[in-house]
């Protein structure tokens, strides 16, 4: 009996010493990857917005498939989100609505909104140049820009964290065998936590994943800011007689 | 007698500038088809069914500056007011020979987005502005059809 108990704490200080050290040593291998990683985010954040043409593209988009897809890094190496916003004029916006869906269909993407005045597409990374000239040529652009984030960084450190955690729960499961009713219904709390953990992991990681899979292309047939227009005064008498309020007023 | 003379020159004078105020206005343009003039008004404006307006008016090139000039102090106001400039500003000499430039602005009023569109003159001491204002979408439909007309606008009769 007394050696059962002695078993069973010599167990338990066990499981405290690895869920202790995991942690821990997970945190390190991720500090050690982030400094490796952080000069190239310093070069990369130092870069100006890369011209349209610039992008790089995944070399092959549907390698991302499955239960734990992986983003397919670009010719560096580096996994990034692109998302372009344009301020598009046309006459006729249900026209130009049907075309462009029609348009993001034969490249490889999808609506992912569709609106009286505005459109969010999705397409593969490396058909954003082609989609963004030819919604150039369906009416006047007249606002353009283009984001573009790197993230490698948080998809390396997703990827280590989902690791640890998963190497921490087979190491629970071996203590199974050693431990009596106590300790088994303590290692089964602390590996439910874990499997939640995990989830949690898969799920953001997910979400990054698909973020660097997938180009976003957001069309507004309309200004997104209806006050835009302020009063500055000229030092030239006759321009501050220019506006459209007051062209309508004298009309 | 001869001092009824400075009297009846000061009357005849008053009534030649009130006949002038009264008369056409001192600019002409072929007119564009879709567009229709307010004859009996004083001032040069035209009109389409759907709305798009046009009009013409002098201001005073104080201080004394050329076309480029006045074109580019014109865009950085309207840009600092937080229009969008609608394409490239657009130079050219009208069936004439005057010089101009155009000018498109665009803006949210109302409901809508709205296009302004300036076409500046250089004449001596003033500066002639045909103004035209219209959505958008109405606007896209007579642009082609008002750039032909401006191009034969003349600011003198």
């Known amino acids: 009996m007394r050696l059962q108990l002695r078993r069973t704490m010599l167990a338990v200080a066990g499981l405290a010493v690895i869920l202790a050290a995991f942690p821990a040593a997970a945190q390190q291998k991720n500090a050690a990857k982030q400094k490796q990683a952080a000069p190239a985010a310093a070069q990369q954040k130092a870069q100006p917005q890369a011209p349209i043409s610039a992008v790089p593209t995944p070399a092959d988009p549907d390698a991302a498939k499955g239960g734990e897809e992986t983003a397919t890094p670009d010719a560096t190496g580096r996994r990034t989100s692109l998302e372009s916003r344009l301020i598009l004029k046309v006459i006729n916006p249900d026209e130009a609505r049907a075309t462009l869906e029609k348009k993001v269909a034969e490249l490889g993407g999808f609506p992912i909104l569709v609106e009286d005045a505005s459109l969010v597409l999705k397409v593969p990374p490396e058909k954003l140049s082609e989609l963004i000239a030819f919604i150039a040529e369906q009416g006047l652009v007249l606002e353009k820009t283009l984001e573009r984030a790197d993230l490698t960084q948080e998809i390396a450190r997703l990827e280590g964290q989902l690791k640890s955690k998963k190497e921490m729960l087979s190491r629970l499961r071996g203590f199974f065998d050693d431990s009596n009713t106590e300790a088994t219904l303590r290692i089964e709390q602390t590996m439910t936590s874990i499997v939640a953990e995990i989830e949690q992991i898969k799920g953001q990681l997910r979400v990054a994943e698909d973020r660097a899979k997938w180009a976003v292309v957001d069309i507004a047939f309309q200004f997104h800011e209806r006050d835009k227009i302020v009063y500055v005064s000229s030092p030239f008498e006759w321009l501050n007689s220019v506006s459209l309020d007051r062209f309508l007023e004298e009309f | ?157």
């Not at chain 2, 006949?19 to 229709?36: D, E, I, Q, T, V």
């Not at chain 2, 050329?66 to 106001?77: E, G, I």
């Not at chain 2, 103004?131 to 750039?147: H, I, K, M, N, S």
Request: glycine share 4%; aromatic share 12%; proline share 6%.
């Open chain 2, 1 to 157: 007698m001869a001092r009824s003379f400075p009297i009846a020159f000061t009357v005849l004078v008053a009534a030649a500038a009130a006949l002038a105020s009264c008369g056409p206005p001192p600019y002409s343009m072929s007119s564009p088809a879709s567009f229709k003039r307010f004859e009996e008004s004083r001032e040069f404006k035209w009109i389409t069914a759907d709305g798009v307006m046009l009009k013409a008016r002098e201001v005073d090139n104080y201080p004394e500056a050329a076309l480029d000039f006045w074109v580019d102090a014109m865009s950085r106001h309207m840009i600092a007011q937080g229009y969008v400039q609608k394409g490239e500003q657009r130079c050219f000499s009208t069936k004439r020979g005057r010089k101009t430039c155009t000018a498109e602005f665009m803006l949210p009023h109302g409901a809508e987005d709205w296009v302004l569109s300036e076409t500046l003159f250089v004449v001596d001491d003033d500066i002639v502005l045909v103004e035209a204002a219209g959505p958008f979408d109405r606007y896209a439909l007579v642009e082609t059809e008002l750039q032909k007309a401006i191009e034969t606008f003349e600011p003198r009769d």
